[in-house]
């Protein structure tokens, strides 16, 4: 129970900081680039990575960031199609 304290107490420290529940990005995925959390890793995931491409962030800020490297780019849309469905 301390244990899910501790996070959830860091996961609105990241909210308050950002300025946004985005902080969910972080939750482990079932399927790593089923980015809008469907089971499938469609064409759906695909046009979710090239609505944000380009932009910065921590590792992790947002599921469309796959790779964990704070970069969208095309190291995200190779996990896409590596994991499509």
Do not use: H
Not at 3 to 11: A, L, N, P, Q
Not at 62 to 73: H, Q, S, T, Y
């Amino acid at each position: 129970m301390e244990k899910k304290r501790i996070i959830g107490v860091f996961c609105l420290i990241g909210i308050l900081i950002l300025g946004s529940t985005q902080a969910v990005a972080l939750q482990p995925r079932g399927i790593p680039a089923d980015v809008n959390g469907d089971g499938v890793v469609d064409v759906l995931d695909l046009l979710l990575v090239l609505g944000v491409w380009d932009q910065t962030g921590s590792p992790g800020w947002i599921p469309e960031d796959i790779n964990l490297d704070g970069v969208i780019d095309v190291l995200d849309l190779l996990e896409v199609l590596t994991y499509w469905t």
